[in-house]
T-cell receptor, first 113, second 109 residues
Framework: ETGVTQTPRHLVMGMTNKKSLKCEQH?????MYWYKQSAKKPLELMFV???????ENNSVPSRFSPECPNSSHLFLHLHTLQPEDSALYLC????????????FGPGTRLTVT | QQPVQSPQAVILREGEDAVINCSSS?????VHWYRQKHGEAPVFLMI?????EQKGHEKISASFNEKKQQSSLYLTASQLSYSGTYFC??????????FGTGTSLTVIP
């Protein structure tokens, strides 16, 4: 595998379910990001991790819970989501946290029913 | 705090040129440009750092006017492969990063 991978690519979940999104980067980068992309809205930065430490949380509701066990893996745990949380969730990585160029994964298309 | 891009959408014929603008209300440290094709992830094009340096990438180049907090992306002799949505991302001096509203570019034969 090369670059940034995300699984699953598509996810449908009910509002009472618990699921997790997984991201893995094979680039040797130290910073990882979660973004939300909704139709007709700009990319919204959700979380930033640098060397496994969370450095940014942009007022994201607690029903989204990130986890970064090491510099190569990033998870987004989901529980009791709302229909308005349906979106494309993109993971990205960069060499450093100082807003270097970011390399994006293909995203997970999430639908909350 | 989110930068504003203009135009929102543009349609070009192959070979024509286009300019996409990105404007911020905050003092900027850097501007990033990305392109996202339909159904794909955004792809990094270039970064411009404070200092007004112009950069180029094949027939796509960009400039950064830090005094005006603006950046422009120039696409010359457009090709069909240039179609997609272009996003600027701005890192301001408060160490915050925001993506712009996006510009949809369609190149037709």
């Amino acid at each position: 595998e090369t670059g940034v991978t995300q699984t699953p690519r598509h996810l449908v979940m009910g509002m009472t379910n618990k699921k997790s999104l997984k991201c893995e980067q094979h680039l040797g980068h130290n910073a990882m990001y979660w973004y939300k992309q909704s139709a007709k809205k700009p990319l919204e930065l959700m979380f930033v991790y640098n060397f496994k430490e969370q450095t940014e949380n942009n007022s994201v509701p607690s029903r989204f819970s990130p986890e970064c066990p090491n510099s190569s893996h990033l998870f987004l745990h989901l529980h009791t989501l709302q229909p308005e949380d349906s979106a494309l969730y993109l993971c990205a990585s960069s060499p450093r946290r100082g807003w270097d160029e970011q390399y994006f994964g293909p995203g997970t298309r999430l639908t909350v029913t | 705090q989110q930068p504003v891009q203009s135009p929102q959408a543009v349609i070009l014929r192959e070979g024509e040129d286009a300019v996409i603008n990105c404007s911020s209300s905050k003092a900027l440290y850097s501007v990033h440009w990305y392109r996202q094709k339909h159904g794909e992830a955004p792809v990094f094009l270039m970064i411009l750092l404070k200092g007004g340096e112009q950069k180029g990438h094949e027939k796509i180049s960009a400039s950064f006017n830090e005094k005006k907090q603006q950046s422009s992306l120039y696409l010359t002799a457009s090709q069909l492969s240039y179609s997609g949505t272009y996003f600027c991302g701005t890192a301001n001096t408060g160490n915050q990063f925001y993506f712009g509203t996006g510009t949809s570019l369609t190149v037709i034969p």
